[in-house]
């Protein structure tokens, strides 16, 4: 089997790749080879028991995404974007990556043509939705996005049940929650202080908590979403029915519940190292985001998240500190 | 004020012609100069108290859009398409003038920059809605289309709040219901036969019902789909907020209730030039179609259609016939 993996050089690609090469296949089956590709070189994972090609290209250039197809990958993950803040501060560049980008490949996938119909895990994002929302977002909640990556998003979900209705490819688009803890340094996002409360005291350094604890927020660890692009690319599609995109489950908490698992966790002392310092502008923006959801759909297709917060610390440090609580 | 008529040769598109060269203007504001456009010529209306230009291009080739727009139009009406059945037969020429054509004109727009903020009336469609559907589709039913065209025209309405909420232009997008009575010659879309079995009859013709009498449908007269479209141009465009997509308001009927309607206007005689003749393809398309709305944003909004099916025939009777049953 051959994988390709667009948007490999990022944190979830990177997750993907390594449990690949942990897991050897997928589903099931012996993975042969797996093409990793984003826009700067990813690194080639060490010890494959499969071929690895990394390839380093603009997809959304003329021609990229037919030689990224030319192969027939058998499982193609789009993990590939233009991150929110960016897709609204540089308009052309996020439309031309999130929207065109991701139709040119549905494209160059259809025109391969001569019975080819890879499955194709397109990552969709909770902000196709936008405020006002209701207490807990279901699965038929309509997508009437706040923001560009939002709406491109939203695009990309119709264009996935389109060319999976006439048959082109065999798409299963998710929508991922917040990750969390995210690893790696401090992020500037509005959103990072989610990841950088827990992730930062856990490593013995002060983190700054923006924001009132009551706010809440819809999260899943980057384990799970690891293990939602494995089970969208594995799953018996005929289950979905026409409307491809799902949201994923995940778990809502607020800010307070987060310090208390934190404490549960790593006690007092840890807890002892967020800082608070409120700032408005953060706040106003995470007024406007989703709190709660009701993924039944995807529940009910076998898709699976934390259920407790102190949950999703337990996977951080396990995957990301080796149970070492400094 | 400039007007600019994209699908100006359709019947929609001159039929709005006719309203413009009747009023004057839009708004209370004179009207100077409409530019008519359409894939093949439109004829100039006559007696027109302003100056007219038509222009016959296919507006989604690279650089046609901003030929259109290049003289500033204030208000632009976006009526041209693929039609559905077309569209799913083409699927290379209904993304290129559905989706690809519309994003090309409002990209246009936005490289005018300079101020330039015109109104956009954007035409979309029941298709973006997918079965299985509520007894009634509110103003939050998701957009889950099972066809070509419904899906480029979701993504068009997705783009045009996105391109609105940017303040690259003014968008208003309407859905509008199935057009009856529909003038001209019966037509051999699965649709037709909601308008042949009142339009034919009525001018001493027989007309074919293929379906049940209580399939249920949609409808809004021609006249109050250009009342729409004026009204969208005009309206205050502060009271829609982010979500510029709107479903029109229509009238709910059976064809049983259609027929009864006919006979109430047009009397036995009328009705006896119906033939029933049952057709199992047409029974199964028209059994995914939405059937009933509750389009309370747009109503709040002061879009108005007809209340009877009466009150439809009456309009066609006055617009189409002079009032004259043969």
């Not at 009551?214 to 026409?242: C, E, K, N, Q, Y």
Request: glycine letters at 10%; a neutral charge; proline letters at 6%.
């Amino acid at each position: 089997m051959h994988i390709l993996i667009i948007g490999a050089a990022g944190m979830v690609g990177r997750k993907l790749t390594q449990r690949l090469v942990r897991d050897g296949g997928l589903g099931g089956k012996p993975i042969d080879k797996a093409t990793l590709h984003d826009i700067v070189q990813p690194s080639a994972p060490e010890g494959a028991p499969f071929a690895t090609t990394t390839v380093a290209s603009d997809f959304s250039l003329p021609g990229e995404a037919a030689k990224l197809v030319a192969g027939r990958p058998d499982i193609i993950f789009h993990l590939a974007a233009i991150v929110s803040g960016e897709a609204e501060q540089d308009f052309e560049k996020g439309y031309r990556i999130n929207l065109d980008g991701a139709w040119k490949l549905f494209e160059a996938i259809r025109a391969v043509g001569d019975g080819y119909k890879p499955r194709v895990v397109f990552t969709s994002s909770i902000a196709v939705f936008g405020a006002p929302f209701p207490a807990a977002i279901g699965d038929e909640f309509f997508t009437t996005p706040l923001t560009s990556y939002g709406t491109q998003k939203a695009v990309g979900e119709l264009l996935l049940s389109d060319y999976t209705r006439k048959g082109f490819f065999d798409g299963v688009g998710i929508r991922l929650p917040t990750i969390c803890v995210r690893p790696g340094a401090p992020n500037k996002a509005a959103s990072g202080f989610f990841s950088n409360i827990i992730r930062e005291p856990l490593a013995g350094h002060e983190a700054v908590l923006p924001v009132p604890e009551d706010v809440r927020h819809w999260h899943a660890s980057p384990r799970s979403a690891v293990g939602f692009l494995v089970h969208a690319a594995t799953m018996d599609t005929s289950r979905i029915g026409p409307r491809r995109a799902l949201t994923m489950p995940g778990l809502s908490a607020t800010v307070g519940e987060q310090i208390e698992a934190l404490r549960r966790v790593g006690g007092d002392k840890v807890v002892a190292r967020i800082r608070r310092e409120p700032d408005t502008t953060i706040m106003k923006i995470v007024e406007g985001w989703p709190r709660n959801f009701d993924a039944r759909r995807a529940t009910e297709l076998g898709f699976v998240a934390e259920t407790t917060f102190d949950e999703i610390i337990r996977v951080h440090l396990e995957d990301e500190l080796g149970g070492k609580i400094a």
